[in-house]
């Protein structure tokens, strides 16, 4: 089967919550007190709704009716795919198996949160949402998401990036968002720096400060964040629960999962519910997370208490770190560009339940353009990590002869990163 699709009204109607299965999860702290901090510490941050799910030990969350609507539009349940041309161009007797979650307006996984988190912005009566974006794929997203929802974002764009990266600012601005190089002159934060150097870069960590501070300074507003927090992952679920219903209409069973990793949010929202049952000892499926070889938080970094940002503004969340002042090398991958990763993907790795592996810029580029000329479709960077894995996988199974079943997240397209096609392959 090349194509394996779901009916409309099989959009799940409920998100799983892995934190229900993880009594041992330890809680954001205080970085002063150290003390645990609950779901009132974060009421004035972000929607309450959202705060409710990331300390819900339900099981199960309900996905509102009028949401999965929203869902409907931007293409869900979307396909998951063979790629029966990349097996037969690499000699494999396994099955590779891919989600496609490039087919949403903006071109990756990204709108699953950020619809869920509008939606629920806009139900509490809130005006705006604020938030930070690098390259651009979160920015993009929020602004769609708060167009639909009847609401405005506020989006802090790290200013190297808003000036060499016009097309997503482009996107967002589309959408009706308003988009502000940061460092910018609307906080305190931003002047500081803007003090130091007006022609200041930006960083991630400075439009993260920037757009927290612009939440707390208007009751109007709340902060959104793309990745990392449960509910952010929570919401990402609908991708695996969605793949687990087509891997199962076709009577395949996956023996290995893949997505990669930037703060964590698509490889757990696509392995998470296949990890429910690890475990639950139902199972026992390989669960790969794949990091570029710059960043490798969960393959090098130490397992410990670190702030959430590089400014160290927010609470420390128990993670694999490479510490909150790592500063990324700047590779096409943007979306990996995390010191950190999510907490819960972070215990999986620590208990066993995941492994990680990394690879090189080059490698990963390589894997992309193999992708493009059997496949057809052009990964986005970040992608093209999860398609290395899934071939270096494949090609394991070809050496002992085993028809192993590989499924892995296709996070996002590439068609505005081709620049970084360019430089890698030198085209
Ligand atoms: C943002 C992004 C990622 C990385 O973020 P996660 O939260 O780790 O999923 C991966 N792929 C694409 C296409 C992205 O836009």
């Not at 979307?78 to 000699?91: D, N, Q, S, V, W």
């Not at 902060?223 to 990402?236: E, I, K, P, R």
């Not at 893949?258 to 490889?267: D, E, Q, R, Y």
């Amino acid at each position: 089967m090349l194509r394996v699709d779901l009916q409309k009204d099989e959009i799940p109607k409920y998100w799983y919550n892995i934190v229900s299965d993880l009594p041992d999860l330890p809680p954001p702290i205080h970085p002063a007190t150290k003390e645990p901090l609950g779901p009132k510490d974060f009421y004035p941050l972000f929607p309450e709704e959202c705060v409710n799910q990331e300390f819900s030990k339900e099981k199960r969350i309900a996905i509102p009716e009028e949401l999965r609507e929203f869902y409907l539009r931007i293409g869900r349940p979307t396909p998951l795919y063979r790629a029966k041309r990349l097996e037969e161009r690499l000699g494999t007797p396994a099955r590779i198996y891919y989600k496609r979650e490039d087919v949403s307006p903006t071109g990756s996984h990204k709108l699953n949160t950020a619809l869920a988190q509008a939606f629920y912005a806009a139900k509490e009566g809130l005006e705006y949402l604020t938030t930070e974006t690098g390259a651009g794929q979160w920015g993009s997203a929020l602004s769609y998401a708060t167009m639909m929802m009847g609401i405005r974002a506020l989006v802090f764009m790290v200013r190297i990036s808003y000036l060499q990266k016009p097309y997503r600012k482009l996107v967002m601005k589309l959408y009706g968002a308003e988009v502000v190089p940061s460092p910018s002159d609307r906080t305190e934060v931003g002047r500081r720096y803007l003090e130091r150097d007006p022609e200041h870069p930006g960083s991630l960590g400075i439009a993260i400060s920037e757009a927290i501070e612009a939440a707390m300074r208007d009751e109007r507003a709340k902060y959104s964040l793309g990745s990392v927090l449960n509910h952010v992952l929570l919401h990402q679920t609908i991708i695996g629960l969605e793949a687990k219903k087509q891997l199962e209409s076709i009577g395949e069973k996956p023996d290995v999962l893949i997505g990669c990793v930037g703060g964590g949010s698509n490889f757990a929202g696509f392995t998470f519910p296949f990890v429910e049952e690890v475990l639950s000892g139902k199972e026992d499926y390989e669960v790969i997370a794949v990091e570029p070889s710059t960043v490798p938080s969960l393959t090098e970094g130490e397992y410990r208490y670190d702030f959430g940002d590089t400014a160290g503004v927010t609470p420390l969340l128990m993670m694999y770190t490479l510490g909150h002042d790592f500063i990324p090398p700047p590779i096409h991958a943007g979306g990996l560009r995390y010191h950190g990763a999510a907490p819960t993907v972070s215990l999986l790795k620590h208990r066993g339940v995941i492994r990680s592996v990394k690879y090189t810029q080059e490698e990963v580029f390589e894997a992309g353009r193999l992708f493009a000329r059997t496949e057809g479709l052009i990964p986005a960077p970040e992608t093209n990590h999860a398609i290395k894995a899934a071939i270096d996988e494949a090609m394991k199974a070809k050496k002992v002869g085993e028809s192993k079943v590989i499924a892995l997240n296709f996070s996002g397209h590439g068609l505005l990163d081709l620049r970084g096609y360019e430089d890698v392959l030198r085209l």
